[in-house]
Nanobody, 124 residues
Framework: QVQLVESGGGLVPVGDSLRLSCQASGRSFHINAMAWFSQAPGQDAEFVAVISGDGGITQYADSVKGRFTISRDNAENTVTLQMNNLKPEDTALYYC?????????????????WGQGTRVTVSS
């Protein structure tokens, strides 16, 4: 069983950057596609970015393309979300999630393990 712990959230001004990290524990981390989802207050969780099990394929939500970059280090069991040029609408709780396969997916139902989340607040 893989367990996920996110870190790196915080309060930043518009245009600033944050680097979110997700530390996975447990075996077979490399077989899981990994993703980040965001959840604003009162809203459902939304797809942000996903990376395949081998790190070779990534996909992003249109709202973050060109600003966010997802990466992974299977040797260190980590997944990172580099967030640049942050906007107020990026404010949310960000979750790291592991899929049930190595292939990219974007629906919350494709992800079987979730972290507790790390909060990002962008002030205008």
């Amino acid at each position: 069983q893989v367990q996920l712990v996110e870190s790196g959230g915080g309060l930043v001004p518009v245009g600033d950057s944050l680097r979110l990290s997700c530390q996975a524990s447990g075996r077979s981390f490399h077989i899981n596609a990994m993703a980040w989802f965001s959840q604003a207050p009162g809203q459902d969780a939304e797809f942000v970015a996903v990376i395949s099990g081998d790190g070779g394929i990534t996909q992003y939500a249109d709202s973050v393309k060109g600003r966010f970059t997802i990466s992974r280090d299977n040797a260190e069991n980590t997944v990172t979300l580099q967030m640049n040029n942050l906007k107020p609408e990026d404010t949310a709780l960000y979750y790291c999630a592991a899929a049930g396969s190595p292939f990219i997916a974007t629906a919350t139902t494709d992800f079987i393990i979730w972290g507790q989340g790390t909060r990002v607040t962008v002030s205008s």
